[in-house]
């Protein structure tokens, strides 16, 4: 599936209209059901195949962000056989205590995985929480950027944001 055509399948798949509050708390006439494309295991492979050429090739670890990013992540590292940490929004509480989850990432590269960028507040705190754990923060890459503009928050944060759609690259061939 070329670019182009998984934009449209993408948009095809989950686009939904209606009123719909945001993560960010903004709110928006039409929302991006990134599980409707998720759970799909032919979406899915299609947007590893296509993330894939934008990992950096020094990257130790992909580090997929509860709970968009991990199947995300989970594809990719199956697509290119590097090792993948499942990121939570905070350390659970029991047993290891852990934030990441999954093999060591202290000193390692990180290329964080998301699904839909809107504002980056959950990146940033996740990147945060994992620098003060030992890991080298690489770049960002997610299937949907939501609104470009907003990308400064994520360049102050000192994280590059790579995203393999805007939502009006989805909109024009989601329209064609």
């Given at each position: 599936m070329n670019r182009h055509e998984l934009a449209k399948a993408i948009y095809n798949t989950a686009l939904i209209s209606g009123t719909f509050k945001l993560r960010s708390g903004q709110?928006?006439?039409?929302?991006?059901?990134?599980?409707l494309f998720e759970?799909?295991?032919r979406l899915l492979s299609a947007i590893a195949k296509q993330l894939k050429p934008m990992i950096p090739a020094?990257?130790?670890i992909l580090a997929g962000i509860e709970l968009g990013g991990v199947p995300l992540a989970t594809a990719l590292s199956l697509e290119t056989g590097i090792p993948v940490v499942f990121v939570r929004k905070k350390a659970k509480p029991y047993a290891t205590e852990k934030l990441a989850e999954g093999i060591g990432i202290n000193g390692k590269r990180l290329c964080l995985i998301e699904d839909v960028v809107t504002t980056g507040g959950q990146l940033i705190a996740s990147a945060e929480q994992l620098a003060a754990l030992g890991a080298r923060l690489g770049p960002v890459l997610c299937v949907i950027e939501r609104t470009p503009r907003q990308r400064a928050a994520l360049e102050d944060a000192g994280l590059a944001l790579s995203a393999l759609f805007t939502t009006d690259e989805l909109h024009a061939a989601g329209t064609q």
């Open positions: 709110t928006s006439d039409h929302y991006l059901d990134k599980y759970s799909d295991p020094d990257t130790d």
